[in-house]
Structures are given as structure tokens and as C-alpha cells.
T-cell receptor, first 117, second 113 residues
Framework: KAGVTQTPRYLIKTRGQQVTLSCSPISGHRSVSWYQQTPGQGLQFLFE???????NKGNFPGRFSGRQFSNSRSEMNVSTLELGDSALYLC????????????????FGPGTRLTVL | GNSVTQMEGPVTLSEEAFLTINCTYTATGYPSLFWYVQYPGEGLQLLLK?????DKGSNKGFEATYRKETTSFHLEKGSVQVSDSAVYFCALPTSSGTYKYIFGTGTRLKVLA
């Protein structure tokens, strides 16, 4: 079974631009979560989608948005990029409708490394 | 909400040494607890998990026991290898039944041959 895939793997943008990152979950998985990883703040939750609906949201400004398509693929968008948005953006997928259980695991992709100049 | 405190790194060990990485948590109820590992240039991989008190998660020689009395989930391995060099994260849901996880700060492990 193919794992979680994220595209692109690396991205360089300049301040003020916008960017769209893509995540394809494991086949059959309907929950997709996004995290931002930086050396200073560590791993921080951005949002989670399930069946095309945002189910949870972290404490990020409105410049960060996401969506999920009917095939469970998800995109996140960052508008008006700032230098501080440079980070590794990780996507994770899971199959269960609810939260973690002893029969379920959240699987992470390799991430997209975004550099803002 | 729930929170997690993880031992600061880096940790440098010789091959075959014993490893302990401390993780303590505060939580309402008894959420599942997780250890994830991140190898250089990669995403996170689930290392092990425990879903209830006194459960022991294990994988690849690593173990962690869900201790309700001490609110801890320390990661241990009896004999580390150079290939174990990575960053290790303790994690739990911010509240019951959600994939909104909170992660520890990560502990970088370096194993020397």
C-alpha cells in the first residue's frame, strides 16, 4: 500500500507570494491533518479535514487555509508569505472516523520544505 | 487541554548503550500516547503507541509503558545502534477522540560507533 505522498517536496518562494501544498493520503483514509514543523516552535497542528469538512483547527492566522476533495486528497494554502512561514509542512492521514484507537494509526508523509526568501 | 513535556537533547550514546528518553504528560482522562521518530530529511514515523494505562508499546527493540501513577511514557531501548540516530517525539491528542496532536519538543539522539 502506498504511503502518504506530499508534493512538492521542496519549494522556494518570496515574501508576499502565496503557495499551495498537496497531500495524497493512504488509499481509503479519509482524515487528513496538517502540521507545521520549525526549529523554534516544533510541531504545531494546523488543521484536520474529514470527508471534505474541517474538523479541527489550530492557532494559525487566516493566511493559512486548507481544503479536502472528494477523493480525500488535501491541499493547504498560505497567502501573503512571511519569512516566518519557512518550515517543514507535514501531512498525516488516518482511516478512522473518530480519534485514535488501538486499531488505528496516524501516518505521516515526508513533508514539503518551504523556504521563504 | 492536554500537554506533554519531553526530555531535552541532544543525547549522545555509544553503540550498545542503554537509552531512556523521558516523557511526562498531563491529560484529562486516559488518551492514547505515542512515540514518533524522525530520521534526517524524512517525515514522522510511528514508533510505538499505548492506548490505556499499564499498556506497553514496543517496536524495533524500543519500549514504553503508559504509567498513570507517574503520568509518564518514557522511551527505552536496551542496546542502541548507529541506525537509531534520529529525533524522537512524544505525542498525545489535545483532547480525547481527536487527531489534533500535541508533540513534545523532540529529543535528538546520536549514536556513535
Amino acid at each position: 500500500k502506498a504511503g502518504v505522498t506530499q508534493t512538492p517536496r521542496y519549494l522556494i518562494k518570496t515574501r508576499g507570494q502565496q503557495v499551495t501544498l498537496s497531500c495524497s493520503p493512504i488509499s481509503g483514509h479519509r482524515s487528513v491533518s496538517w502540521y507545521q514543523q520549525t526549529p523554534g516552535q516544533g510541531l504545531q497542528f494546523l488543521f484536520e479535514y474529514f470527508s471534505e469538512t474541517q474538523r479541527n483547527k489550530g492557532n494559525f492566522p487566516g493566511r493559512f487555509s486548507g481544503r479536502q476533495f472528494s477523493n480525500s486528497r488535501s491541499e493547504m494554502n498560505v497567502s501573503t508569505l512571511e519569512l516566518g512561514d519557512s518550515a517543514l509542512y507535514l501531512c498525516a492521514s488516518s482511516s478512522r472516523a473518530g480519534g485514535p484507537s488501538d486499531t488505528d494509526t496516524q501516518y505521516f508523509g515526508p513533508g514539503t520544505r518551504l523556504t521563504v526568501l | 487541554g492536554n500537554s506533554v513535556t519531553q526530555m531535552e537533547g541532544p543525547v549522545t550514546l555509544s553503540e550498545e548503550a542503554f537509552l531512556t528518553i523521558n516523557c511526562t504528560y498531563t491529560a484529562t482522562g486516559y488518551p492514547s500516547l505515542f512515540w514518533y521518530v524522525q530520521y534526517p530529511g524524512e517525515g514522522l514515523q510511528l514508533l510505538l503507541k499505548a492506548t490505556k494505562a499499564d499498556d506497553k508499546g514496543s517496536n524495533k527493540g524500543f519500549e514504553a509503558t503508559y504509567r498513570k501513577e507517574t503520568t509518564s511514557f518514557h522511551l527505552e531501548k536496551g542496546s542502541v545502534q548507529v541506525s537509531d540516530s534520529a529525533v524522537y517525539f512524544c505525542a498525545l491528542p489535545t483532547s480525547s477522540g481527536t487527531y489534533k496532536y500535541i508533540f513534545g519538543t523532540g529529543t535528538r539522539l546520536k549514536v556513535l560507533a
